[in-house]
């Protein structure tokens, strides 16, 4: 097409080239291309347009820039550009004259990136802060990232949320049927598999709380639930009554026994609900030991007599007692009944009186054995 007419009206009048090919709105301070009426300092097309096209064209080197500047005569020429480098192919974005994010000919988003740092991640950002990315809904609602793909499908209820949900509670989602792994140093170390099992140095955890390799450690109570009022409790001595500190404490909220058992479920000890402790599958109360006790009395002689000097001690097992005891008689009254020897704080079956085996006598004094 060429060049048909001019029109103008003289200085700081319009120009008109090729019938609106190039309007120069003078007046306006204003230039159009494809349009009679610009509205900006300069327009292309108008609303009758179905597309306009702006093009740059350089060598397979060169750089195709736009620059949005305040001062020509410094870096402020180009303090935002927009520029496509066809030396790699990238497409750079700058402002403060400093580019701050770039398209790579393969597709990744760099951000405060000039190249790839690795990998083949779409996204990929570098920055001096602590954050690098920060995702905020302006409203009471959840703030959630989803991860699909064609597996899953991309609906609403598909693949993996991660974020914030409507009750500020932070949120790990996954929709599928399959289970969520935790890794450190390139190994799984953690999975909570489809069952909602948790597994921990296990792939394939067997049952609610698996753990495998290593023991279980807790600075304070480890508790064990049934129910929301039966529960076991390991831990700290004081979470039970006359507990210290450094004891260590099993208590159970049941009314009912602590079982021990080896060789798979063969019962070996019992402690019943009701105290005491039984051994080998006995659950007879009756059968428990339920006391033990050390401790050191004081002989007396019941048929009269003097002890100058003892020493006498004592172990109590259930409802039998052993005493153990070696005494000087310094006087005898009356030496022709029954020698018995007194004292213990528990009550005999016998009367009271409590047999001691054979006892040696000087001269012609004889002891009974009872």
């Given at each position: ?125 570098q920055g001096s802060g602590n954050r690098k990315a920060h995702f905020h809904q302006p409203d009471t609602g959840s703030c959630i990232t989803q991860f699909t793909n064609s597996t899953t499908g991309s609906g609403s209820t598909d693949g993996l ?95 009912g026994s602590i079982l021990f058992s080896t060789n798979g479920s063969t019962e070996r000890v019992r402690i019943q609900s009701g105290g005491g402790i039984s051994f080998n599958g006995d659950t007879a109360a009756a059968n428990a030991l339920d ?80």
């Amino acid at each position: 097409m060429g060049l048909t007419q001019i029109t103008t009206g003289g200085v700081d009048e319009n120009i008109n080239i090729d019938s609106n090919t190039l309007k120069v709105d003078g007046t306006n301070n204003r230039v159009g291309i494809g349009t009679s009426s610009p509205v900006r300092d300069l327009q292309l097309g108008d609303n009758t347009s179905a597309s306009e096209i702006i093009s740059l064209q350089t060598t397979t080197s060169g750089k195709g820039s736009i620059y949005f500047g305040d001062n020509s005569a410094t870096s402020s020429e180009y303090a935002g550009m927009l520029r496509y480098d066809h030396a790699d192919n990238s497409m750079q974005f700058r402002t403060s004259s400093t580019e701050r994010l770039r398209i790579d000919s393969s597709g990744r988003l760099l951000l405060r990136l000039s190249s790839s740092i690795g990998g083949n991640a779409l996204l990929q950002v570098q920055g001096s802060g602590n954050r690098k990315a920060h995702f905020h809904q302006p409203d009471t609602g959840s703030c959630i990232t989803q991860f699909t793909n064609s597996t899953t499908g991309s609906g609403s209820t598909d693949g993996l949320l991660v974020g914030l949900d409507s009750t500020e509670d932070g949120m790990l989602w996954l929709y599928e049927n399959q289970n969520l792994t935790f890794a450190t140093n390139n190994s799984e170390r953690m999975r909570i598999d489809s069952s909602g099992n948790l597994g921990v140095g296990t792939a394939s955890p067997g049952t609610k709380l698996d753990v495998v390799g290593g023991p279980i450690r807790t600075d304070d109570i480890f508790t064990l639930y049934k129910n929301s009022t039966d529960a076991f409790y390991i831990g700290s001595g004081t979470m039970i009554t006359g507990g210290l500190s450094t004891d260590i404490g099993l208590r159970s909220n049941q009314n009912g026994s602590i079982l021990f058992s080896t060789n798979g479920s063969t019962e070996r000890v019992r402690i019943q609900s009701g105290g005491g402790i039984s051994f080998n599958g006995d659950t007879a109360a009756a059968n428990a030991l339920d006391d033990y006790e050390e401790g050191t009395w004081t002989p007396t002689l019941s048929n009269g007599g003097v002890i100058s000097s003892f020493t006498a001690s004592y172990v109590k097992i259930g409802n039998w007692v052993e005493a153990y005891f070696y005494i000087i008689i310094t006087s005898i009254t009356n030496n022709s009944s029954q020698f018995r020897v007194a004292g213990l704080p528990y009550t005999c079956k016998g009367g009271g009186y409590y047999p001691v085996g054979n006892i040696g006598y000087a001269a012609t004094f004889n002891v009974d054995v009872w």
